[in-house]
């Protein structure tokens, strides 16, 4: 029953992530997610989801490993963040904006609830990154006085 239940809410991920990818949001993480829960049963899945997560934490660690890095990768996480705030809001589409109206802040409401909550998913995976993953050299730490 314990399979069944995760399997389905696996794959049920997978379509979901599947779906969410070329939208603005969370679309790849619900994706591995999906892939995480079902590898606990299949040996395909985890076959998949392996180089995944290590493709992931070596890209991860190299966007966080100087400051100008984390700054950046930082910087970006929090404008993905608030852009969603402009979704929120809903603005009437400027004179300036050549497109079709359709175009203008496409996907309503949940797409800027989706931005908001990948930003603050973002950032909290940049600053595990950085704790985690980077770590000090002993001479880096003798040359900022944490050991003497």
């Known amino acids: 029953m314990r399979r069944l239940l995760l399997s389905t809410l696996g794959w ?6 599947v779906v969410l990818y070329p939208l603005p949001g969370p679309g790849l993480l619900v994706l591995v997610l999906g892939l995480a ?11 998949r989801l392996a180089p995944l997560q290590q493709r992931a934490l070596v890209e991860t660690r190299r966007t966080v490993a100087t400051w100008p890095r984390l700054l950046v990768t930082a910087s970006v996480t929090v404008a993905l963040g608030v852009s969603g705030l402009v979704w929120l809001a809903d603005p009437a589409r400027p004179g300036w904006w050549l497109l079709p109206a359709w175009t203008w802040l496409p996907g309503g409401t949940w797409a800027g609830v989706g931005q908001i909550v990948s930003g603050v998913a973002g950032l909290a995976i940049v600053v595990w990154a950085r704790v985690a993953l980077v770590r000090r050299e002993p001479d880096a730490m003798t040359a900022s006085g944490l050991v003497r």
């Not at 049920?12 to 992530?17: K, M, R, T, W």
């Open 12 to 17: 049920s991920l997978v379509l979901v992530g």
């Open 37 to 47: 829960l079902l590898s606990r049963y299949d040996p395909w899945a985890a076959r």
